[in-house]
């Protein structure tokens, strides 16, 4: 028997999508459990079990089952003290993952842009798991550069503007689990105390940057700014590195500028609404 998903909340008036039946190509288990989550989608994200079962023509018993089973996987959850069930957390991970996948080929030109404007390295990182992960570089133009370019696990995210960048928008739980082998130093300037290092992300998400000035490298100063969506998650961070040599207060200014405004652009494209003018976000603090 066909089916279809009636106008709800979150649906566009007169939406109507039919359901193919009798593909013998695919798993009907599978196929309904998936059309539940579509469903609740276009509920508005939130239903009841009744209301599911009408805009699916599904029985009660059978989306009874289904929702158990995508509940115990975390891709759906029933809303406390309420007769409805939700979108789980699960399906934020794999379109977090999703985006991250996305994320080198969207930020290739302003990596580029950025590159181009200060002639500093440029990094791209991103969340993965507990870890910081760099996923895209550019060398300096300069003959003098720094040598930080490389793909991989970033082992410092508190000594690192890239990885305080990320570390800001975090829950302070996870931020523990990040930083659960401890806050190593590598310099004199390096943070080393949890509650020093909270409450420098607490300023960093005042700013919208994240600075480290000699925490992770001698003779290093870098800039570095996080790329949020439309539920304000980040998903990942843009940084720019320069010698002390030329770290002059223009030159720091003009990374910031470029870095806060191709991360507030990429922000923009995954969703995340504009806050701040970039004249209010980039006079917010002085450097």
């Known amino acids: 028997m066909d089916a279809r998903i009636l106008p709800g909340p979150g649906a566009p008036a007169g939406r109507v999508t039919e359901r193919a039946a009798g593909d013998r190509h695919s798993i009907q288990s599978v196929d309904r459990a998936l059309y539940l989550l579509e469903t609740i989608a276009e509920a508005g994200g939130e239903a009841t079990l009744t209301d599911l079962a009408n805009r699916t023509g599904l029985n009660i018993s059978t989306c009874h089952h289904l929702l158990a089973t995508l509940i115990k996987r975390g891709f759906a959850a029933k809303v406390p003290g309420r007769r409805l069930y939700a979108l789980g957390s699960r399906i934020c991970a794999l379109s977090h993952a999703c985006l991250q996948v996305d994320l080198p080929r969207r930020a290739q030109p302003y990596l580029e842009a950025i590159n181009r ?171």
């Open 117 to 287: 404007a200060t002639g500093e390295t440029v990094h791209l990182a991103a969340r993965q798991g507990n870890a910081v992960v760099t996923l895209a570089f550019l060398e300096a133009r300069h003959a003098v550069r720094v040598g930080t370019g490389k793909i991989g696990k970033v082992e410092a995210p508190h000594a690192t503007s890239i990885g305080k960048a990320i570390l800001a928008w975090l829950p302070e739980n996870e931020i523990h689990r990040i930083l659960a082998g401890g806050l190593k130093r590598f310099t004199d300037n390096t943070i080393t105390e949890l509650p020093v290092l909270l409450e420098s992300l607490r300023k960093v998400r005042r700013n919208g940057y994240a600075f480290d000035r000699e925490e992770h490298l001698p003779g290093v100063i870098c800039v570095g700014a996080a790329i949020r969506d439309q539920a304000g998650t980040v998903v990942g961070a843009i940084s720019a590195s320069t010698p002390l040599m030329r770290a002059d207060d223009a030159h720091i200014a003009l990374m910031r500028d470029e870095i806060t405004t191709a991360a507030r652009a990429l922000s923009n494209e995954f969703g995340e609404p504009s806050a701040q003018t970039d004249s209010e976000r980039a006079h917010a603090v002085a450097v």
